[in-house]
């Protein structure tokens, strides 16, 4: 059987367990952010979905990370 290039999907939303996976955050921390309002979630039939974009936005709203000397 020949070989077959199989094109990867691309991801434009996260589960709110996968969106925790993929920041190395707490999935309570993820959940909080929900519920209160600073990180953008949509409900798909039983399903809550994180779009990348809202993700990425809601991580670069935190200060950026600094050195102590």
């Known amino acids: 059987m020949p070989y077959q290039h199989v094109?990867?999907?691309?991801?434009?939303?996260?589960?709110?367990t996968q969106a925790a996976t993929?920041?190395?955050?707490?999935?309570?921390?993820?959940?909080?952010?929900i519920?209160?309002?600073s990180l953008r979630a949509v409900r798909v039939g039983t399903k809550t979905r994180?779009?990348?974009?809202?993700?990425e936005r809601w991580l670069?709203?935190?200060?950026p990370a600094s050195r102590c000397a």
């Open 7 to 16: 094109r990867p999907v691309p991801v434009v939303a996260l589960s709110p």
């Open 22 to 33: 993929a920041t190395g955050l707490r999935p309570e921390r993820i959940q909080a952010a």
């Open 35 to 37: 519920r209160d309002g």
């Open 50 to 55: 994180l779009l990348q974009s809202d993700l």
């Open 60 to 63: 670069l709203s935190h200060a």
